[in-house]
């Protein structure tokens, strides 16, 4: 594992020196080099390093020889090879930038990890970064902080090194956003608990070997009978109803899963029983930052497409983009990305920091589902007839993008987590 390591910080920073060159260079003059995503490369950049560039950089070679040519193809089968796109990603380290060295990770801390989400948005589709999220930002922190050595052994590990494909198993019919509503079971008997119940917009689902499934243990409070166990997929009981026809995001396999009497090992009961909903708020956090610094790329090379259309595109025997109306609103989108880039950064140097970013992560996540709804309308506007065909990026956002605002806790629930921060959530009246 060590060998394993060293051989993709080797790879991954091999550049370094190069890179340091340039710091200094920067130091001296007011350049400011661009990355492929538009990211300025410079000294003072408040939260990423030369380090951070460089595995960037390794990313995007890959997304671009690996994954970019297939997209179209995958998009139009429903689904992509997880296992294999995994491999890839798990032999070249990006399944665990941020988890443990003796686990396979790279051990880094998580601004690492919203480096790589940031340069996953350069795959030209919305359901393929997704289902990466899941494995290494969703289904997995909660294990690997809370979970035992033989866990993370028969889990994590191989999820890191891409051998197995995750999912989260916590959403159901009737119970979304509202995850202390769930209903599915976990009953002890003896060493072992019963699982009945279902899933619902299981990513991953038709795929996955395992899942992170969140479950009443007891008949407690809501928010305290919850906990989070590794469960088998091939296990008997376990029913992959349906894969599930969505409206974007086409290329990730979307499944409703159902548990008839599923036993699985007490021993794989994730940290303590009961805390379930407290690992999975915790988790929630990175998800939501996560998907903030993925959708901030796609809106860049949105923009970008954008303003190279309209510059060609004519009406009234002029570029479109020479209207006012269309630069001045793109200018207006630019400032909102750049807006959203900042507090994404600032919440994630904070997190590192170890401090609680719920507030902040939930307003990140607020604004990215909105501000990904308004980029896509407004440059899907500007492609005209185009921009209602399947043949370019802009309507594959829009499809894809809409997910933002009502996966991992819709916009309603974000605006009361920072009305619950605000001290303006309405009290419940006490009870007589």
Not at 215 to 230: D, E, M, Q, R, V
Not at 347 to 361: C, H, Q
Request: net charge neutral; hydrophobic share 40%.
């Amino acid at each position: 594992m060590a060998q394993r390591l060293n051989l993709v910080v080797s790879r991954h920073f091999s550049k370094l020196t190069s890179l340091s060159s340039t710091r200094k260079l920067n130091e001296n003059v007011s350049s400011k080099p661009q990355t492929a995503s538009g990211s300025e490369i410079t000294a003072d950049h408040l939260l990423y390093t030369p380090e951070h560039f460089a595995l960037k950089e390794s990313l995007k070679k890959i997304i671009d020889q690996d994954i970019n040519p297939y997209v179209d193809q995958w998009e139009a089968e429903g689904i992509f090879p997880a296992h294999k796109v995994f491999k890839l990603l798990g032999n070249a380290g990006f399944l665990g930038v941020n988890k443990p060295v003796e686990y396979g990770g790279l051990g880094l801390d998580f601004s690492y990890s919203i480096a790589v989400s940031e340069e996953l948005g350069n795959i030209r589709c919305g359901g393929i970064p997704m289902a990466i999220g899941v494995q290494t930002d969703m289904a997995t922190p909660a294990l690997a902080r809370f979970g035992s050595t033989e866990l993370k052994k028969e889990f994590l590990l191989p999820s890191i090194m891409g051998d197995k494909v995750a999912c989260l198993g916590v959403s159901e019919v009737g119970a979304g956003s509202d995850v202390a509503t769930i209903k599915t079971n976990a009953v002890r008997e003896g060493d072992e608990y019963v699982v009945n119940g279902g899933k619902m917009w299981t990513t991953n689902g038709t795929q996955a070997d395992w899942m992170c499934l969140l479950a009443n243990t007891s008949n407690g409070p809501s928010h305290k009978n919850k906990s989070l166990i590794c469960l088998p997929m091939n296990s008997p009981g376990v029913h992959i109803a349906r894969k599930i026809d969505k409206m974007g995001m086409r290329s990730s396999d979307t499944a409703e899963v159902f548990f008839d009497d599923v036993r699985v090992p007490c021993k794989n009961l994730i940290g303590q029983e009961g805390m379930g909903f407290t690992y999975q708020m915790l988790q929630f956090q990175e998800e939501r930052l996560w998907a903030c610094g993925n959708i901030l790329t796609m809106m860049d090379n949105i923009i970008q497409e954008t303003i190279q259309y309209t510059r060609q595109r004519k009406i009234f025997k002029m570029p479109v983009l020479y209207h006012q109306s269309v630069h001045f609103r793109l200018a207006e989108l630019e400032t909102e990305i750049e807006l959203l880039r900042s507090l994404l950064h600032r919440s994630t140097a904070l997190y590192i920091k170890g401090n609680d970013v719920t507030k902040l992560a939930s307003m990140a996540k607020l604004k990215a589902g909105r501000l990904s709804r308004e980029v896509g309308d407004s440059c899907l506007q500007y492609w005209g007839g185009m921009g209602f065909t399947s043949d370019v990026l802009v309507s594959r956002f829009y499809r894809d993008a809409r997910l933002l605002s009502i996966g991992g806790g819709a916009d309603e629930v974000m605006l009361s987590i920072i009305c619950k921060y605000m001290d303006t959530l309405p009290k419940a009246p006490p009870k007589k």
